[in-house]
């Protein structure tokens, strides 16, 4: 037998070195004191970092150099380099290529809108729940993102609302967890970053906690555990059918949590925190766009949800290879129409970045 290409033997890859968005405060104040460094240089690195959402230590200019220079070898390793920025709509949208420092591609887009601008981040490299009709599902999971890089994408976002990369300077207000991966995977991490994001400066970025929407295929015991967080973020649930027998073959973690208990535990969770939770729906012709489908799904979110809930229709953005598309106009309409007739909020999501390959299950990292 032949052996095998060394690609096959390459090491696991791991996570990036510690970083500054890793720590808490306490840590980050302990690991400066280790440098045998003046303890308020932990509270000036927060500050930059945070507060004015630059990891470039040449800027932090209030740190004498020898010991800026320490600092940052330590806890400043570079952790996500740009590959490339591609925008579209009047570059209103911009998708950006990120390496991390083990060569792993991931992804992030920010949308600018009149009134607000959101970022759209990975929480994993890849993504292990293998749903048919989303691109980053066909590649399989190849890491989890440690805390700081998913709080980094979200600081190199708002920097550039800020320095007007995207037009007029603005700031940034919203983030979703709807780019590569499936964040309640990654828990620990990701409810680490959401705090990072929503504390106020300089312990974080200072975004609202409402306005950050982490989505899941729903895993149940996550979504219970997320219950009792107590943050006020938004859920979302990416359902796309409402029958379990579809439902285990568009998402195939269905198998293991079925569509009632899905919606039983998003529920619990509009209770404790008063919040409307999101439904996604896909849109995909000739599979999930039927009248009686709409029907379903509206009396069933009526059922478990009652007015905490509102559903978002994602017209299907076709992968490569894919044999799918999205439903068309007159269809999608109706299919609107008969969710709301049985008393439930439905509305389309517009699609931003289609030609960049930058819209909802399109981010593939292919560099
Ligand atoms: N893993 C999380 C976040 C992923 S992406 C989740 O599944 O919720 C965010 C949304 O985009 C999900 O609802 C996902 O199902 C949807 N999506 C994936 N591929 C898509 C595609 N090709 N067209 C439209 N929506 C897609």
Not at 265 to 292: F, P
Request: glycine share 8%.
């Amino acid at each position: 037998m032949t052996s095998l290409p060394l690609v096959f033997s390459a090491p696991k890859r791991g996570l990036p070195p510690k970083h500054l968005a890793d720590y808490t405060e306490q840590e980050l104040k302990d690991a400066v004191a280790e440098l045998g460094e003046k303890p308020f240089r932990a509270s000036q690195l927060r500050n930059h970092y945070y507060g004015r959402l630059t990891a470039d230590p040449q800027q932090m200019t209030d740190i004498p150099a020898g010991s800026r220079d320490k600092l940052a070898e330590k806890l400043l390793p570079p952790l996500l380099s740009t590959v490339k920025h591609l925008a579209c709509d009047d570059g209103w949208t911009r998708k950006t290529l990120w390496k991390a420092h083990d060569g792993t591609l991931i992804e992030s887009v920010l949308m600018r809108y009149p009134d607000r601008a959101t970022v759209c981040i990975s929480s994993q490299a890849g993504c292990g729940m293998a749903c048919p009709f989303c691109a980053t599902g066909q590649g399989g999971l190849q890491r989890n993102l440690s805390t700081a890089e998913i709080v980094d994408q979200v600081r190199s976002a708002a920097a550039a609302m800020r320095d007007g990369d995207l037009g007029e300077p603005g700031r940034l207000s919203n983030v979703v967890f709807m780019g590569m991966g499936e964040p309640l995977a990654n828990y620990k991490r990701v409810i680490d970053a959401v705090r990072k994001i929503t504390d106020p400066a300089p312990n974080g970025i200072g975004l609202s906690q409402r306005n950050i929407t982490v989505s899941t295929v729903g895993l149940v015991p996550a979504i219970r555990k997320l219950t009792e967080e107590d943050l006020s973020v938004t859920l979302a649930v990416s359902l796309h059918t409402p029958d379990d027998e579809l439902r285990d073959t568009l998402v195939p973690v269905n198998t293991r949590w079925k569509v009632a208990e899905v919606l039983e535990a998003a529920r619990g969770y509009a209770d404790k925190t008063g919040r409307r939770v999101s439904i996604e729906y896909a849109l995909i012709r000739d599979i999930n766009d039927h009248g009686w489908r709409a029907d379903l799904l509206g009396k069933l979110l009526r059922k478990h949800l009652g007015q905490f809930v509102h559903v978002n229709l994602i017209p299907l953005n076709p992968t490569p290879g894919s044999k799918w598309d999205a439903s068309p106009k007159p269809v999608e309409r109706e299919f609107v129409r008969r969710v709301q007739a049985q008393g439930v909020a439905c509305t389309v999501r517009d699609t931003r970045g289609q030609e960049i390959a930058a819209a909802c299950g399109q981010l593939a990292a292919e560099g």
